[in-house]
């Protein structure tokens, strides 16, 4: 298996793919009230090259590099049982975080942006469904894949199981601070609840589902 090395390396490899792509795909200028219509197709582009990134990498530090198979980043079999099971359990636990923390940030006056604050990405047509494809879906998958089967395995040998759940919850925190402080505090906990599932069940699986759904729900709440 794949250690510390690894996945330090691997972290601060995601690091740069997630910064530079944004700058060079974004426009400098814009926020996430006023984007242009061009940047709203940015957001997508920088989406997918930052999730591809993180799989190539994990991929490269992880399997390649020891020569194992793709399954041992977790993506193993799991019975439909477990599968539900754990994936019900995190996801109840993201959707009470996450709204909780809208909860508690609506009595300060800091809710995330409503509905006619949202970036063009959302408002435009052309943009909306493919924005929706690649946070709903190619997102969790990525996630899951870098942040679990690839961070927290590689980091286990060294801090143990939850440790390296910290440690990688901590990352996948940050990863979004654009939220807003609040939403980085409730993350690290949605990132404890995913870490949980991977660990109970031995597959991605589980997380990738509740994950999927949980990403599903709330763009829909958002975008309606």
Same mark, same amino acid.
């Given at each position: 298996m794949w250690g510390i090395k690894e996945a330090g390396v691997g972290a601060a490899l995601a690091a740069l793919a997630l910064f530079c792509s944004w700058w060079l795909v974004v426009s400098a200028d814009? /926020?996430?009230?006023?984007?242009?219509? +061009?940047? @709203?197709?940015?957001?997508?582009?920088? +989406?997918?090259?930052y999730h591809g990134a993180t799989l190539?990498?994990?991929? &490269?530090?992880?399997?390649?590099?020891? !020569?194992?198979? +793709?399954? !041992? +980043?977790?993506?193993?079999?799991?019975?439909?049982?477990? &599968? /539900?099971?754990?994936?019900?359990?995190? *996801?109840?636990?993201?959707?009470?975080?996450?709204?909780g923390y809208s909860f508690v940030a609506e009595q300060v006056g800091v809710l995330p942006a409503p509905r006619g604050d949202l970036p063009i990405v959302y408002v435009e047509e052309r943009h909306r469904y493919a924005f929706i494809l690649t946070a709903a879906a190619l997102r969790p998958f990525a996630e899951e894949t870098f942040f679990r089967g690839f961070?927290?395995?590689? *980091? !286990?040998?060294?801090? @143990?199981?939850? %440790?390296?759940a910290a440690a990688?919850?901590?990352?996948?925190?940050? /990863?979004?601070? %654009?939220?807003?402080a609040g939403l980085v505090i409730a993350a690290f906990g949605m990132g404890m609840a995913l870490a949980w599932a991977f660990h109970r069940s031995g597959s991605l699986w589980p997380g990738i589902l509740a994950n999927l759904i949980f990403n599903a729900l709330t763009l829909s709440a958002r975008v309606g």
């Amino acid at each position: 298996m794949w250690g510390i090395k690894e996945a330090g390396v691997g972290a601060a490899l995601a690091a740069l793919a997630l910064f530079c792509s944004w700058w060079l795909v974004v426009s400098a200028d814009g /926020t996430w009230t006023n984007k242009q219509a +061009l940047a @709203g197709a940015g957001v997508v582009v920088w +989406l997918a090259i930052y999730h591809g990134a993180t799989l190539i990498i994990a991929a &490269l530090l992880g399997p390649d590099r020891r !020569s194992l198979p +793709l399954a !041992s +980043l977790g993506f193993r079999e799991v019975s439909w049982a477990a &599968l /539900t099971g754990y994936a019900a359990v995190a *996801l109840a636990a993201m959707a009470a975080l996450y709204w909780g923390y809208s909860f508690v940030a609506e009595q300060v006056g800091v809710l995330p942006a409503p509905r006619g604050d949202l970036p063009i990405v959302y408002v435009e047509e052309r943009h909306r469904y493919a924005f929706i494809l690649t946070a709903a879906a190619l997102r969790p998958f990525a996630e899951e894949t870098f942040f679990r089967g690839f961070l927290m395995q590689g *980091l !286990s040998a060294r801090f @143990g199981v939850i %440790g390296a759940a910290a440690a990688t919850s901590a990352f996948f925190a940050l /990863t979004h601070l %654009g939220g807003g402080a609040g939403l980085v505090i409730a993350a690290f906990g949605m990132g404890m609840a995913l870490a949980w599932a991977f660990h109970r069940s031995g597959s991605l699986w589980p997380g990738i589902l509740a994950n999927l759904i949980f990403n599903a729900l709330t763009l829909s709440a958002r975008v309606g």
